[in-house]
């Protein structure tokens, strides 16, 4: 009797405490909603700023200098499997299970709203972040440009 409790104990955990699952994507055609140009304060003459369209996310850390993360990992049920609100999650760097910074769009539940946060590098417990994440993570929160 006291077996079965425990074994139904430990099932009862295993699915309450399932992992959140992330998902390779190529580009960002499928988030149409999350699509046009990011800054601080929504000014687009600030850097850093960044761009969402079909390819994936263009970064400009500093002028004229671009990177382009083409193949994210979208965590698709980073807030929990009965997460229903409005936000969603990415790592738009990294593989292999390191991924150095967490972008959160429509952050705290604000439309238009992204933080771009440490994640694997910068984190207490991490390395130490380079320094165009570093300059990405500082600006955090972005907005939709205005104009």
């Known amino acids: 009797m006291q077996t079965r409790r425990i074994?139904?104990?430990l099932a009862l955990?295993?699915?309450i405490a399932a992992?959140?699952?992330?998902v390779e994507v190529q580009g960002m055609r499928d988030f149409v909603a999350l699509q046009g140009r990011y800054a601080p304060g929504g000014n687009c003459d600030r850097l850093p700023r960044f761009e969402v369209n079909a390819a994936g996310i263009r970064f400009e850390v500093s002028a004229g200098q671009f990177e382009q993360a083409s193949s994210l990992e979208y965590a698709a049920s980073y807030g929990g499997y009965d997460y229903e609100g409005p936000t969603q999650w990415f790592f738009p760097f990294g593989?292999?299970?390191n991924y150095p910074v967490l972008m959160a769009f429509n952050a705290d539940e604000v439309?238009?709203?992204v933080s771009i946060e440490?994640?694997?590098e910068g984190a207490a417990a991490g390395p130490e972040q380079s320094a165009h994440l570093r300059t990405l993570v500082s600006a955090s929160p972005y907005s939709r440009c205005r104009s």
Do not use: C, V
């Open 7 to 9: 074994a139904g104990a």
């Open 13 to 15: 955990t295993l699915l």
């Open 19 to 22: 992992p959140a699952s992330a």
């Open 95 to 97: 593989r292999d299970g």
């Open 111 to 113: 439309t238009d709203k």
């Open 118 to 120: 440490p994640h694997d």
